[in-house]
């Protein structure tokens, strides 16, 4: 899932962009309003994280012309301050939840995975696919009763698969959700991850991940027998 980290302090961004990253999220950064929209208006994201005293635009401004402009991605707003009358305000614009300043980042990390719950493609913290189990929260993959050991980025290409069962995949949408803007688009890189990931949950005899040529993978939701 692809994150924008809209903070304009260096290294409250730095932390949170490295500890999100390393929960497997792919991240974008911004420091102001302005940059921020136009991420926006460039890139396809699951949620963002969205300060509120940032440089012009303020956050606020931010989710309200988000919302003007139709963009449903859940907003998670962050404020230093702690008046009722400014967390209403940040609700008001159109942000999906608010967390206070200082804030312990297991409890950011609750938060984000409670707005992606909240969207149409997964409304359950358990993904079931046939015999594989994947417990977003836990950031942990079964088949069958064998726990299956994968690195941030290959859980992070699963869970995107498994958000979307039985739906042809495109490369370039992998690469918006699940690669930041680093992606190189002319490298081989998720076809080398979606063949490790297939050995991984040992997809040589159930043949779950479909590769359909010159279009992107599927997950199927029944092996293929």
């Known amino acids: 899932m692809r994150l924008l980290v809209v903070e304009d302090d260096p290294r409250l961004s730095e932390v949170l962009v490295r500890g999100l ?17 136009e991420q926006l208006a460039t890139n396809s ?3 963002v994280v969205l300060d509120i005293l940032i440089p012009t635009p303020n956050g606020l401004e931010v989710c309200r012309q988000m919302r003007a402009a139709k963009l449903s991605t859940p907003v ?10 400014d967390r209403v305000s940040g609700l008001d614009c159109g942000a999906d939840d608010y967390l206070v300043k200082p804030f ?11 707005l992606l719950r909240r969207a149409p493609v997964a409304t359950s913290p358990v993904i079931r696919i046939a015999d594989l189990t994947i417990d977003t929260a836990a950031h942990h993959v079964q088949r069958g009763t064998d726990e299956i050991v994968l690195t941030s ?9 498994a958000r979307n069962p039985g739906r042809v995949i495109s490369r370039a949408e992998i690469a918006e959700h699940v690669w930041d803007e680093n992606y190189d ?6 076809d080398v991850y979606v063949n490790r990931l ?3 949950i040992g997809d040589a005899e159930s043949r779950r991940i479909v590769t359909r040529r010159n279009e992107g993978y599927l997950l199927r939701e029944e092996e293929k027998r």
């Open 21 to 37: 990253r390393e929960d497997g999220y792919a991240v974008d950064s911004a420091r102001d309003g302005l940059s921020a929209l």
């Open 45 to 47: 994201y699951d949620a």
């Open 76 to 85: 998670l707003m962050l404020t230093a301050r702690d008046a009722i009358e």
């Open 104 to 114: 312990a980042f297991n409890e950011l990390l609750a938060r984000i995975r409670a």
């Open 153 to 161: 980025k290959e859980y992070a290409l699963l869970e995107y698969l």
């Open 185 to 190: 688009p002319f490298s081989n890189v998720i």
């Open 198 to 200: 297939r050995r991984k």
